[in-house]
């Protein structure tokens, strides 16, 4: 089984400030990943995934994260973040035809 | 192209009795899965259809939880009795065959009283 650790669970941070949300989970061997966000009364939307190729990922949003195969990290980032992205964030690893959530992210845009 | 629907959006039950949920997947993908979220702890799995059949329910916790998904088009899932550690909000998604990325629909917020 995998497991997917969302460190932090509320991230606060200012208008157009920049923001990383962490995720780590604990394979050694191939998956995908993805990152999910929930806005409120909605469902789960898809941000962006990484199933191979190029190691920076770009989403919608302006969002984009890095792959990093050796720390097993995959990290979400934009660079100025906007009222309209308080929402939570689940970051997925997709490992034999199932999927593991972390624990979510709560972000938070203080304006 | 309507998204996955699920209903109802809330349910407020006793301990003991039954509720029944239902998800409409996205139309022409025969994959559906259900997922259940506990408050503050993470999305977990609770079993995968390929059309009417059941692929993998190694997620669902014990024999109260029954899913079905008759024609291979809407599923539902039944708790029967449900208890307290039932409360949580649960998830349906639907993908097409041979694809990764999940639609997921707005889900269903139980709470066992």
């Known amino acids: 089984a995998q497991s997917v650790t969302q460190l932090d669970s509320q991230v606060p941070v200012f208008e157009e400030a920049p923001v990383e949300l962490r995720c780590n989970y604990s394979?050694?061997?191939?998956?995908?990943l993805f990152w999910y966000v929930q806005y409120p009364n909605q469902g789960l939307q898809l941000l962006l995934k990484y199933l191979s190729g190029s190691t920076l990922v770009k989403g919608i949003n302006g969002f984009e994260a890095e792959f990093n195969k050796s720390q097993t990290s995959f990290h979400l980032r934009k660079p100025s973040v906007h009222i309209s992205d308080t929402a939570e964030y689940f970051c997925?690893?997709?490992?034999?035809?199932?999927?593991?959530f972390g624990t979510g992210t709560s972000l938070t845009v203080i304006p | 192209e309507a998204g996955v629907t699920q209903f109802p959006s809330h349910s407020v039950i006793e301990k003991g009795q039954t509720v029944t949920l239902r998800c409409d997947p996205i139309s022409g993908h025969d994959n559906l899965y259900w997922y259940r979220r506990v408050m503050g702890k993470e999305i977990k799995f609770l079993l995968h259809?390929?059309?009417?059949?059941?692929?993998?329910e190694s997620g669902m916790p014990n024999n109260r939880f029954l899913a079905e998904r008759t024609g291979g088009t809407y599923s539902t899932l039944k708790v029967q009795p449900a208890e307290l550690e039932d409360s949580g909000v649960y998830f349906c998604?639907?993908?097409?065959?041979?694809?990764?990325?999940?639609?997921f629909g707005p889900g269903t917020r139980l709470t066992v009283t």
């Open positions: 998604a639907s993908s097409q065959l041979q694809t990764l990325e999940q639609y």
């Open positions: 394979s050694s061997v191939s998956v995908y």
């Open positions: 259809f390929v059309k009417e059949s059941k692929q993998d």
């Open positions: 997925a690893v997709s490992w034999s035809n199932q999927f593991y």
